[in-house]
């Protein structure tokens, strides 16, 4: 039986650009789901203007920040190669 820790639902949808749902569900679902958006500030902008997610959606990043998610703490650590504003949260 696989056991989903609290928070860990809302960072999976929360953490880079929701790849997995833009994929297999398209733009318009994507956009249709109102959830924060977690991107670094050297990649915020861009993606709010190629993807046209409400600026209200987005939570800009910077490293080593710590947020909350549920009851979970994330770290965020700027790891930049894929894109200017790659990230790891941990």
Known sequence: M???LPGVKELMAAVGKG???????GKEFFLSISFPRYMHEKDAETIIQQTKIPKDQVHVTKHQEVF????MAVRVLHTPGHTPGSQVTL
Do not use: L, T, W
């Not at 909350?68 to 009851?71: A, R, S």
């Open 2 to 4: 696989v056991r989903i």
């Open 19 to 25: 790849g997995i749902a833009y994929a297999r569900k």
């Open 68 to 71: 909350k998610i549920g009851d």
